[in-house]
Each structure stands twice: as structure tokens, then as C-alpha cells.
């Protein structure tokens, strides 16, 4: 089973009025705005969102091309405009890692604000887990380079098996969960049960959850690692009636 490794996103927006240009009416001055991309480092300081090769801001309609993308950190996009909107922004993992997807308020309350995501990504890609290595720590097993040999994997993860436990545990001590035995019972549901997970994740998020509905694709994606204490058990009760857990 793949492990993820969780990284912090943070959105940095800041904004100024445009003096030189006429309100377009009354309060409602033309600003000139910024968002860029970075990740968050094990003190806290930014560190260039290099596991990502392209960002895409899907802005307001009333943008001319309203699909921005950049393929270099920060993945700063630069606007002029007057109003507030919710942007989806659509970050590409290099390696094949992947598309996650966040949703950004833009707002003019504060000249500069930050917001911040986590978000998991596999650490099973080689390139992928080296630049995840640049900005923190790596689950045991994720390898970067050479492969570890059976005998030798085996050995390391059962000096890691206790630690390991203890950092789950401490994870989700409130709700005492097993995560992996929940996703498999997710899997299990049936279609109407789904839609009613559909609907108790939707309906209980929170800016920290990672959640991709794929509308398209008739797929829906969350990382139950990032869903709160109450919402798992919320989930964890209704999956024990309806599946083998």
C-alpha cells in the first residue's frame, strides 16, 4: 500500500489600489493583485513549490482568458481588476503525481494575507519523493534512489512498526480510528451509500480537508487523513453498518 506524504501549501495574495485608474464606482476602486504558491518548511519559512510543474488558476469568467497557467515557482499570477471571486486552483505533481485542487478566496479585506492547505501525495514516484525530501521528512518507506533490499526492508520497518503506531494513534486519538480499515470499508459501499458520503463530507468541510470532485469523471476524491476527529467518526459509524469493518 502506497504512503502518503502530507505537505502544507500555503497562498500568499496581496493587493493595492490603482490611484492612476478611475474607481469603477463608488467603493468599488481598481486594484492590482497577486497570488503565488509555495510550500511550507519544517520552521515554518517558505520553500519554492518545486513538486508541482504547472499551477493553473481558473479565475471569474469575465476574465479574459480566464484559465491562467505557469510552469515556474512561485507560480505568481499578476491581475488588475475590482472585484472579489473564489478561484479554483489547479496544481499539476511532477512525476505523474497527480492534480489537487484548492479552492482561493480572493479578497481585499487585508493587503497581504496567507492561507494555508494540506494536502498528501504519493511517495511512491521517484522524482516526486526527492523534491518532497527538500521540504521535510519522508514516511519509511518511501525510497529515493536505489531500492531497499526485502530483507533489509523488512528488518527497518520493524524497528519503525512502534513509532509509526504511535504517531497514528496520537493522530486520531480523539476518535480512536483505524483510517486504513475505514478506506476499505468505504470501497465496500454501494452507490447510494456513497452519495450519502458525498454529502456528510461536503457538508462538514473545512479549509484543511483535501477534496477533488471530479464531476467529469464521476469520481470523488478526499485524504481521510486530513478529515477532522468528529467527521471521522461520522464516517466510521455509517460505513460499520453498511460494510465489513
Excluded: C
Aim: glycine content about 6%; aromatic content about 6%.
Amino acid at each position: 500500500m502506497t504512503q502518503e506524504v502530507v505537505r502544507t501549501i500555503r497562498v500568499t495574495t496581496t493587493s493595492e489600489v490603482l490611484t492612476d485608474l478611475e474607481p469603477v464606482s463608488e467603493g468599488f476602486p481598481m486594484r492590482k493583485w497577486s497570488v503565488k504558491i509555495t510550500l511550507v518548511g519544517p520552521s515554518g519559512a517558505d520553500v519554492p513549490a518545486n513538486i508541482f510543474d504547472k499551477v493553473t488558476y481558473k479565475l471569474h469568467p469575465t476574465f479574459q482568458n480566464p484559465n491562467r497557467t505557469l510552469k515556474k515557482p512561485p507560480f505568481k499570477l499578476e491581475e488588475q481588476g475590482w472585484g472579489e471571486f473564489d478561484m479554483t486552483i489547479v496544481m499539476h505533481a511532477v512525476d505523474k503525481g497527480g492534480e489537487k485542487s484548492i479552492i482561493h478566496d480572493l479578497n481585499f479585506l487585508e493587503s497581504k494575507y496567507v492561507t494555508e492547505h494540506k494536502l498528501s501525495f504519493p511517495s511512491s514516484r521517484p522524482l516526486l519523493s526527492k523534491l518532497l525530501a527538500e521540504s521535510g521528512p519522508l514516511p519509511d518507506s518511501a525510497v529515493v534512489g536505489s531500492p531497499v533490499p526485502a530483507e533489509e526492508a523488512r528488518k527497518e520497518k520493524r524497528k519503525h512498526e512502534g513509532t509509526e503506531a504511535s504517531k497514528k494513534k496520537g493522530k486520531h486519538e480523539k476518535a480512536s480510528i483505524d483510517v486504513e480499515r475505514l478506506a476499505e470499508g468505504l470501497e465496500k459501499l454501494g452507490q447510494d451509500d456513497i452519495l450519502q458520503v458525498v454529502q456528510m463530507v461536503t457538508e462538514n468541510r473545512t479549509p484543511d480537508m483535501y477534496i477533488k470532485n471530479d464531476v467529469e469523471e464521476g469520481e470523488f476524491h478526499l485524504d481521510l487523513f486530513t478529515l477532522p476527529d468528529n467527521l471521522l467518526k461520522m464516517l466510521w459509524d455509517f460505513v460499520k453498518k453498511r460494510a465489513d469493518i
